[in-house]
């Protein structure tokens, strides 16, 4: 197999440009399917981060007095572009990541959803709003939307345009610039959603792509930002967290999880099993909120598991830049060294492999079978840490307490899926499971996908969230502007203070029975 004719040596000397590195240092990255090198790209010093960031600050400071509803043109234009060039978005996706083109296609929309929602709210969000002044009339305050200036993005290899680029956009939106750091083996597709964004007319020196080793490259963008949004692992996150609160500076935390599914008595079980496979084995498993564990009420156990195993016997796992495989490929050799560690350490402690647990040497260096395991007990690597791979757990549970227990049984919370006829029961289970998103009769990606409300994880899973109102405003501080019409704080001189204090409480007090304050 060849890479795609679209990943052109033209393409990635373009793109290549984005990259701010000063010295002829270079990484090479690879086609997964293959393990054939794919491009050789710039490589950023810690100097050429701290540049970046420097070079950054004029642009920024115009792009932040323009008015956020002029800014809109840009992501209008973008938003066009991203879906016009989904194929060589795709072709890049596939060829640095080796997962499967369904997934490349959800990991190139959700910009595009992201930029779509965020067109209309942007604006509504960043207008200054009239708040409460201490005393009506004589004071007036408002609430304003200051951008934070800088913004360093840190994102992981598995969703690398999705997770590049959507969280950038809110950023660019609400007035700030962009240092971007993406993981070094999937810097091409978030370089062309870069590329893009110029394309579409967002002003010179806006963006800009650091690309190097993790601990330096974006150790350096903790150091000089003035605030990051980082998705990755929870041990980086837990670094990275810590340097940004050094600088007393913010960040978000997007992080890793072990997802539990419930499957409640009453649930449809063909709708439960189709829902799990997928979410078990969506983009190879290496999906932050994909499940990892399912917790089955044991009056239908027996049936789930059988009908679940049937239905990942007919996973077409391949490798190839169609639509016609199920499952692609792991990301490199060190994930299925990881993955098979999880699943030989299970099976040598006693858990049943149903399905799977074997490398597919015959289809790429990096495939591994999607597996399913039972009997698996709190002493095996896989029972509370992530995976991240197509490997997934099923227990029997007596009742939906035990569920519950079970479930929230992790240091981690970021997803859930409860399934059951009663909407209402299955509900009430997931209003109990510690977890940023819960999604009833579905296993991950509604609740992703409803960008309206805010995205993330409780515990070990992360600080902050993305999407929603705060997927926005956590790339402003809030400024108080107050104007004082008339004197009244502190007492005009002529007013001897013990009168002050007099008229204060009086005035306080029918204020209060107003119900102005
Ligand atoms: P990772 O933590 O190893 O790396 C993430 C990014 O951080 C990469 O760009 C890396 O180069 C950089 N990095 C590494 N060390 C750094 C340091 N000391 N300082 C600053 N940056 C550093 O994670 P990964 O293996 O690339 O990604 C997989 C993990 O990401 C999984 O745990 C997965 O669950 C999680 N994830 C979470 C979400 C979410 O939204 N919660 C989404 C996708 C992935």
């Given at each position: ?172 939106m609400a007035g700030n610039a962009v240092v971007l750091k993406p993981d070094t ?203 991240f791979g197509p490997v997934v757990a099923i227990y029997p549970v007596r009742d ?118």
């Open positions: 197999m060849t890479p795609p004719a679209t990943v052109t040596p033209e393409l990635v000397a373009r793109l290549s440009r984005h990259v701010a590195a000063s010295t002829d240092a270079t990484v090479s990255t690879v086609e997964v399917f293959t393990g054939a090198t794919l491009a050789t790209l710039p490589c950023s010093t810690e100097h050429d981060v701290a540049d970046a960031v420097a070079a950054a600050r004029g642009p920024q400071a115009a792009w932040a007095a323009t008015d956020p509803r002029e800014r809109m043109a840009v992501f209008e234009k973008f938003h066009k572009l991203v879906l016009d060039n989904r194929e060589t978005i795709a072709d890049l996706i596939q060829a640095e990541t080796g997962k499967a083109r369904r997934y490349a296609f959800e990991d190139l929309i959700e910009p595009a959803i992201t930029t779509a929602h965020y067109l209309k709210a942007a604006p509504r969000l960043l207008r200054p709003r009239k708040r409460k002044g201490m005393m009506p009339f004589a004071i007036q305050t408002t609430e304003l939307r200051v951008p934070k200036g800088v913004v360093g993005i840190i994102s992981p290899w598995n969703f690398p345009f999705a997770l590049g680029i959507s969280d950038s956009i809110p950023a660019l083996q999937t810097a091409l597709s978030p370089l062309f959603g870069v590329d893009l964004l110029y394309r579409a007319g967002l002003p010179d020196g806006l963006i800009t792509v650091v690309i190097g080793d993790g601990p330096v490259v974006g150790g350096a963008l903790v150091d000089a930002a003035d605030y990051v949004g980082f998705t990755g692992s929870t041990r980086t996150g837990a670094e990275v967290g810590a340097r940004a609160t050094g600088r007393l500076i913010g960040c978000s935390l997007e992080l890793g999880g072990k997802n539990p599914m419930v499957v409640l008595p009453d649930a449809n079980i063909d709708l439960a099993v189709a829902g799990g496979v997928t979410s078990a084995f969506a983009n190879t498993g290496q999906l932050c909120m994909h499940i990892e564990r399912i917790y089955v009420h044991e009056s239908v156990y027996d049936t789930f598991v059988g009908r679940f195993v049937a239905a990942t016997g007919k996973l077409k796992v391949g490798a190839g830049y169609d639509y016609r495989s199920d499952v692609g490929s792991l990301i490199s050799t060190r994930q299925r060294k990881a993955v098979a560690e999880h699943v030989d350490d299970a099976r040598a402690k006693g858990a049943t492999v149903h399905i799977g647990g074997t490398a597919r040497d015959d289809i790429g260096p990096a495939f591994y079978e999607p597996t399913v395991l039972t009997d698996v007990t709190p002493d095996m690597l896989c029972h509370a840490q992530e995976t939906d307490d035990e569920a519950v227990a079970m479930a929230n049984d992790t240091p981690y919370g970021l997803n859930a899926s409860v399934y059951g006829r009663d909407v209402d029961r299955a509900k009430a289970v997931g209003a109990r499971l510690r977890a940023g998103t819960v999604n009833v009769n579905d296993g991950h990606a509604a609740a992703y996908a409803s960008i309206d409300a805010p995205m993330g994880g409780m515990g070990s899973s992360g600080l902050g969230r993305r999407h929603g109102v705060e997927g926005l405003l956590k790339y402003t501080e809030s400024q108080n502007l107050t104007v004082q019409r008339i004197q009244v704080i502190p007492p005009p001189k002529a007013l001897p203070y013990s009168r002050y204090t007099a008229i204060m409480t009086r005035s306080l007090r029918l204020l209060h029975k107003l119900g102005v304050r």
